[in-house]
């Protein structure tokens, strides 16, 4: 008998996953290493049983793992592990589905790295500790882009000289693990929506929102980083390009500090001063923390109408992530401006994060995501289990 493992490795976390290798992987136990660098703790989840909290102290990506193969080495009672599938943020223009890592293909997506710099190394670094750990398992990655090849050149091309595109310079889109089992969740508890036209808001640290037509990508708010659209814990969301021109020229700012800016110091950090967790700017008194709330809930209803333009319509709105799972009056406040779209939030059913919040004639709902569930089903597949699609 054998499991898998999957690994979701951001850049200061490790989320991880246990799961049999049954057609529908079952989930075992579940669990993150979070706060990595000089204070990192691990959260464990097995199913049934409580969640458990340890403190790992100054720990990098490569003794995150290191922990995380020991926690769960009781859990896998002596079974072998057969495959590690692992979330690689960036495939590239041309990977739209699971690859098997080898050699080469690791090669070819460290090339990527200068598109993804801040999470593609975790990523691969995590490649690397469990190829070490465990050789002779098959090793997965799943992409975070792959979900949105596909679009019409449109929706992927930027206003510049043509050979910048044939670069790879072009809108990729983020957060695609995510979207696929959204949308699997629609296909099979709502066909009729999932027919139609879905705009699906992840909302959490990272956030961005995608526009689906048949269960299909079409258009998405983040575009060649995971900088573009909506404003985030820390990233800054939709800038002009000019502003970085003036940090360059006016400011004396240099690549390495425009992007830490860009990246770590701005969106719900930087315009409220106090918190880049909506949880606490929700409690807050401080008139910062009202004017961040502010900012987030105009680009989050801005962003939702330019997804139903894109769409040509909206059949159905999907809130998923952290924030869009768990944080009412955001999404209250949202759809506010939204009532001409037939969007509308029934109180009640809202404040309890109902799967159905939605009072208008067009469905609202809530969606836990789990991009390790779609992790998992691609390491099963191939393994060759079952098919990716299935």
Same mark, same amino acid.
């Given at each position: 008998m054998s499991v898998i493992l999957t690994l979701n490795a951001g850049s200061s976390s490790i989320k991880f996953g246990l799961y049999d290798t049954s057609a529908e992987p079952v989930e075992e136990l579940t669990g993150?290493? *979070?706060?990595?660098?000089?204070?990192? &703790?691990?959260?464990? &989840?097995?199913?049934?049983?409580?969640?458990?909290?340890?403190?790992?102290?100054?720990? *990098?990506?490569?003794?995150?793992?290191?922990?995380?193969?020991?926690?769960?080495?009781p859990y896998r009672a002596g079974r072998a592990i057969a495959g590690v599938g692992h979330r690689v943020v960036h495939g590239g223009p041309d990977l739209a589905a699971p690859v098997r890592l080898d050699d080469a293909m690791i090669a070819r997506l460290s090339a990527l790295i200068p598109l993804a710099p801040l999470h593609q190394p975790h990523n691969l670094a995590a490649v690397q500790a469990a190829r070490a750990a465990f050789p002779d398992a098959v090793q997965v990655a799943a992409f975070d882009t792959a979900f949105h090849r596909g679009h019409p050149w449109v929706n992927d091309t930027f206003a510049l000289p043509r050979r910048y595109y044939a670069r790879g310079v072009r809108r990729y889109g983020f957060h695609g693990l995510s979207y696929d089992y959204i949308s699997g969740v629609l296909a099979r *508890?709502?066909?009729?929506?999932?027919?139609?036209?879905?705009?699906?808001?992840?909302?959490?640290?990272?956030a961005s929102i995608c526009a689906m037509k048949a269960g299909r990508s079409v258009g998405s708010t983040m575009g060649f980083s995971a900088l573009d659209g909506l404003p985030m814990g820390t990233r800054s969301g939709q800038l002009d390009p000019g502003v970085v021109l003036y940090l360059m020229d006016q400011e004396g700012l240099n690549a390495d500090q425009i992007m830490r800016l860009l990246?770590?110091?701005?969106?719900?950090?930087?315009?409220?001063?106090?918190?880049?967790?909506?949880?606490?700017?929700?409690?807050?008194?401080?008139?910062?923390?009202? &004017?961040?709330? *502010?900012?987030?809930?105009?680009?989050?209803?801005?962003?939702?109408?330019?997804?139903?333009?894109?769409?040509?319509g909206i059949d159905a709105l999907v809130f998923a992530g952290g924030i869009g799972e768990h944080a009412a009056p955001i999404r209250a406040r949202a759809l506010e401006r939204l009532e001409f779209l037939g969007l509308s939030i029934a109180p009640e059913a809202n404040a309890a994060n109902a799967t159905q919040i939605g009072a208008g004639r067009v469905p609202v709902m809530v969606i836990p995501t789990d991009e390790e569930r779609i992790?998992?089903?691609?390491?099963?597949?191939a393994l060759g289990l079952r098919r990716a699609d299935t």
């Amino acid at each position: 008998m054998s499991v898998i493992l999957t690994l979701n490795a951001g850049s200061s976390s490790i989320k991880f996953g246990l799961y049999d290798t049954s057609a529908e992987p079952v989930e075992e136990l579940t669990g993150q290493v *979070d706060a990595l660098g000089s204070n990192a &703790q691990m959260e464990l &989840q097995p199913k049934g049983a409580s969640l458990t909290r340890e403190a790992l102290g100054p720990t *990098d990506h490569t003794g995150g793992v290191q922990a995380i193969l020991s926690a769960i080495a009781p859990y896998r009672a002596g079974r072998a592990i057969a495959g590690v599938g692992h979330r690689v943020v960036h495939g590239g223009p041309d990977l739209a589905a699971p690859v098997r890592l080898d050699d080469a293909m690791i090669a070819r997506l460290s090339a990527l790295i200068p598109l993804a710099p801040l999470h593609q190394p975790h990523n691969l670094a995590a490649v690397q500790a469990a190829r070490a750990a465990f050789p002779d398992a098959v090793q997965v990655a799943a992409f975070d882009t792959a979900f949105h090849r596909g679009h019409p050149w449109v929706n992927d091309t930027f206003a510049l000289p043509r050979r910048y595109y044939a670069r790879g310079v072009r809108r990729y889109g983020f957060h695609g693990l995510s979207y696929d089992y959204i949308s699997g969740v629609l296909a099979r *508890d709502y066909p009729d929506l999932a027919a139609g036209r879905v705009v699906v808001a992840h909302l959490g640290n990272g956030a961005s929102i995608c526009a689906m037509k048949a269960g299909r990508s079409v258009g998405s708010t983040m575009g060649f980083s995971a900088l573009d659209g909506l404003p985030m814990g820390t990233r800054s969301g939709q800038l002009d390009p000019g502003v970085v021109l003036y940090l360059m020229d006016q400011e004396g700012l240099n690549a390495d500090q425009i992007m830490r800016l860009l990246y770590h110091e701005s969106g719900l950090k930087g315009l409220s001063g106090i918190s880049h967790d909506m949880r606490t700017l929700l409690a807050a008194h401080a008139e910062e923390a009202k &004017q961040a709330i *502010d900012y987030y809930v105009f680009r989050l209803a801005r962003e939702i109408g330019a997804m139903a333009a894109v769409l040509g319509g909206i059949d159905a709105l999907v809130f998923a992530g952290g924030i869009g799972e768990h944080a009412a009056p955001i999404r209250a406040r949202a759809l506010e401006r939204l009532e001409f779209l037939g969007l509308s939030i029934a109180p009640e059913a809202n404040a309890a994060n109902a799967t159905q919040i939605g009072a208008g004639r067009v469905p609202v709902m809530v969606i836990p995501t789990d991009e390790e569930r779609i992790i998992a089903r691609a390491t099963v597949a191939a393994l060759g289990l079952r098919r990716a699609d299935t």
